[in-house]
Structures are given as structure tokens and as C-alpha cells.
Nanobody
Framework: QVQLVESGGGLVQAGDSLRLSCAAS????????MGWFRQAPGKEREFVAV????????YYADSVKGRFTISRDNAKNTVYLQMNSLEPEDTSVYYC??????????????????????WGQGTRVTVSS
């Protein structure tokens, strides 16, 4: 079992930056693909970014490409999402997710939401205009 705890959310203004953290426990995440997803009020959860277990492969949603950066520190068992140039449209609850190497997949990297094993409880990001 892997437990994921997100932190770093908050209320910021458009153009500001935030860094989200996802701290894992229970297992080392070095063999896990780690993803970030988000869910805005009244909308479905959507993919944001993913970093492969082997690294350094990453993949981003078009809406955040060039503004967000996902990274991992396996020594700290933590994954980060650096968010720059935030926009009001980025307002969401951000969730961290994990899937181990070899976990069944029909679509492969970057893996759809339903192919992740573990999820955190989320951290809220609000961007005011």
C-alpha cells in the first residue's frame, strides 16, 4: 500500500507561482509512475502531468505545458508540481496519483486516470484574477 499526502495549495493571484508536494509513505516511489490530476468545481477530474518511474520522461496536458513542471525526489519519496504563471482557470483541487511498474495497463504511458492505483486526498488551489 502507498499513502499519498498532497500539500502546498492555497489562494494566490493570477501570475503567481505555487509548488505542490506529494509525500508518499508505505513504499518507496522509485518504481512508481507518479501523476498529478485536478478537478475544478462542477467538472470532471482531468490529467495535468506525469513523470515516469524510470525518469526523466514527463508528459503534460496542453493547458499547462510550459507553465507547470513535474519532478520527483526519490530520496525524499516526494513528487512536486511547480506551477508558474497561474491563471484563474487553474483553480482546482489537485490530486497526486501513483501506479507501480508492471501494473496492468491497456493504454500505456502517460496512463489514463483509471489506470492509477493510489490517490491522495487532494490540495486546493485557488487563483484569483
Amino acid at each position: 500500500q502507498v499513502q499519498l499526502v498532497e500539500s502546498g495549495g492555497g489562494l494566490v493571484q493570477a501570475g503567481d507561482s505555487l509548488r505542490l508536494s506529494c509525500a508518499a509513505s508505505g513504499r518507496t516511489i522509485s518504481s512508481y509512475t507518479m501523476g498529478w490530476f485536478r478537478q475544478a468545481p462542477g467538472k470532471e477530474r482531468e490529467f495535468v502531468a506525469v513523470i515516469a518511474a524510470s525518469g526523466p520522461s514527463t508528459y503534460y496536458a496542453d493547458s499547462v505545458k510550459g507553465r507547470f513542471t513535474i519532478s520527483r525526489d526519490n530520496a525524499k519519496n516526494t513528487v512536486y508540481l511547480q506551477m508558474n504563471s497561474l491563471e484563474p482557470e487553474d483553480t482546482s483541487v489537485y490530486y497526486c496519483a501513483a501506479r507501480r511498474l508492471g501494473y496492468p495497463s491497456t493504454k500505456g504511458f502517460p496512463f489514463p486516470m483509471e489506470e492509477y492505483e493510489y490517490w491522495g486526498q487532494g490540495t486546493r488551489v485557488t487563483v484569483s484574477s
